[in-house]
């Protein structure tokens, strides 16, 4: 008689916002990791380290790709620090970096929608901004997780070839931050895109090799409202002139002072995930039968 | 999270985490040398990293050479002060010191070099012989110093009367000469202050190692060459209190590597980088010179003949280097020309 019945039971009260984040993440990540996209990102971040285990054996057998003799003077046409310099711009800022960004930050609600799954997130007692937030959180961890590695890599393997390890170690450690960085600060953007727009995925393709190249092209305000542009001031290698439209990037680049780009981007960091989360929470996603 | 995923993200961090790891190592050391690196990288250590020469001899290569077998009977060296060297301090230079790197300081060009030398050596002796001598001991930053018995009692008698003492004396006695034992088998010798900055320089991973510009021309010119040295040239040129007149003729030259190998004969290389391709194209133009008045020169003499046409002017760009062979047959006329000479 006196036994509680179920519709008595008090109910269990809704997880916090920092516990919930944490739940989606553990349940995402894994999810994430081992997605199709993971293929795709394994090659990205994989080809740099190739190339530089492919350079180390050729140095190794005794091949001259860093020097050349002129007149019986040796030279040295690049150091290993240099080499580094150069794989940190041309594979991982400016490709593995925004790339990754566009792939994972715009799919962390469309797949949801495309799979028609959001219903079982969106049902549970969290609040939907704490959804993006741990899809977001799985994403950071799922990027930098396999890029860093990726870079540390490049580093142990190139960096030694005319170069020592020491000397190029506090660079080892801004490249890594900035790197990272530079994975919230995109995925924050694409998060954003990918939670507003329908085709986030072309919007984030034109956005980083369309818009960005184009506004870096140029002399004027315009390369402000990029984020390769504060992002590209925290380098701590030189700009290498591998191309015309980085000869071209060369001329007109300007580094923003350190503080400013910091400023710019955790602004940018702060503004788009919010954002994100504000329209997560807001929208009404309808589910194409 | 699965445990497929967790062995993922451990797996990762195990990457990341050995990485930064062997690179903090290697900062904190200086190690871990470049792969074609010379093989004093622990000497080099503790070159400090704004020294504006360095230098390197394989003594036990130059020592067991056919040119210094050569030298030898030719112009035989009294062996008493040898032999009173070793019985005092045990060290037969000869076979005992394997090989010394040298490093000058920019600001301290006028005094005693840091000279660092790998070999065997009794400590124990050493150590007692200087202060039977009147010498000192100290300790800094757990390696043992020896300060020089005259220099260190110069010291304190300077520091004493040091009011009226002249600013050249204080100076002079200021820079006491030091032995210190660096780890067994190498020791440093030099001024108190060359000597302790090298040991900071060893502690706090800022040796020469990290001056990424030097070690290139170093492990461009320490291969197969058992002696070189490599310089900032414009420092030098600097401190060396040069007149006006002729440090505005000194050539535009940033730095500066000479390299040797001594066997039978001696072959070598002198190479010099200028500020830009004008500078360089000027100092080729005035090698180019010197070789021509050389050549005329010495064409009555067929050895001195033989010597200038080794002598081979390249480079490019900013490099300038030349190159220079003295054969074995020019060397081994030189028993001949003493034996001459005593007759």
Known sequence: MNEPTSASRPLRPAPSFLRSCLRVFDLSIGEMLWSRRTIFMLLVVGAPVLIALFLRALVALGAPIFEQTRNGATQFRMTGPAIFGMFVWVFYLRFTVPVLGVFYGTSLMADEIEDKTVTYLFTRPVRRGAVLAGKYLAYLGCTVFVVLPSVVLVYLLVVPMQGTLGASFIDLLKDLALLALGLAVYGALFAFIGAKFKRPLLIGLVFIFGWEQAALLFPGYLKKFTVAYYLQALVPHAMPNDSTMSLIQGIFRESPPLVVSLFWLAVIWVVFLALAAWIVERREYVLEQ | ?343
Do not use: C
Not at chain 2, 103 to 110: G, I, K, Q
Not at chain 2, 264 to 279: C, K, N, P
């Open chain 2, 1 to 343: 999270m699965t445990k497929k995923t967790r062995y993922f993200m451990a797996g990762s961090a195990a990457v990341l985490a050995a990485g930064l790891g062997t690179g903090l190592v290697a900062y904190y050391t200086g190690g871990f040398q470049p792969v074609s690196a010379s093989p004093v990288a622990t000497e080099l250590r503790y070159v400090p990293a704004d020294s504006a020469l360095v230098a390197y001899a394989d003594v036990r290569a130059i020592m067991d050479s056919e040119l210094r077998a050569r030298l030898k009977d030719a112009l035989p060296m009294p062996e008493k002060g040898r032999q009173e060297f070793q019985t005092q301090t045990g060290i037969d230079i000869e076979q005992d010191i394997d090989y010394v790197v040298a490093a000058v300081a920019p600001e301290s060009l006028h005094t005693a070099p840091l000279v660092v030398a790998r070999g065997r050596f009794d400590n124990g002796r050493l150590e007692a012989l200087a202060l039977e001598h009147g010498g000192s001991v100290e300790e800094y930053k757990s390696k043992r110093l020896i300060l020089a018995p005259a220099a260190h009692q110069e010291d304190a008698g300077a520091i004493d009367g040091i009011e009226s003492a002249t600013d050249a004396a204080v100076t002079h006695a200021k820079r006491s000469m030091v032995l210190a034992f660096l780890e067994p088998g190498l020791v440093a010798v030099g001024d108190t202050d060359a000597v302790k900055k090298a040991i900071d320089a060893q502690l706090s991973a800022h040796s020469i190692t990290s001056n990424n510009e030097m070690m290139e021309l170093v492990a461009a010119i320490g291969d197969g060459n058992n002696a070189w040295a490599v310089g900032r040239f414009d420092v030098l040129a600097a401190q060396a209190k040069v007149p006006a007149q002729l440090a505005k003729q000194l050539p535009a030259v940033k730095w500066f590597a000479a390299a040797g190998h001594v066997n039978g004969g001696i072959s070598g290389t002198l190479r010099a980088e200028a500020r830009d391709d004008v500078a360089a194209e000027n100092l080729r133009d005035v090698v180019r010179g010197f070789l021509a008045l050389a050549r005329m020169q010495s064409a009555s003499d067929p050895r001195a003949a033989a010597l200038v046409e080794s002598l081979q002017l390249a480079g490019s760009g900013k490099t300038v280097a030349l190159s220079f062979t003295v054969p074995a047959e020019i060397i081994q006329m030189i028993p001949k020309a003493a034996g001459v000479q005593q007759q």
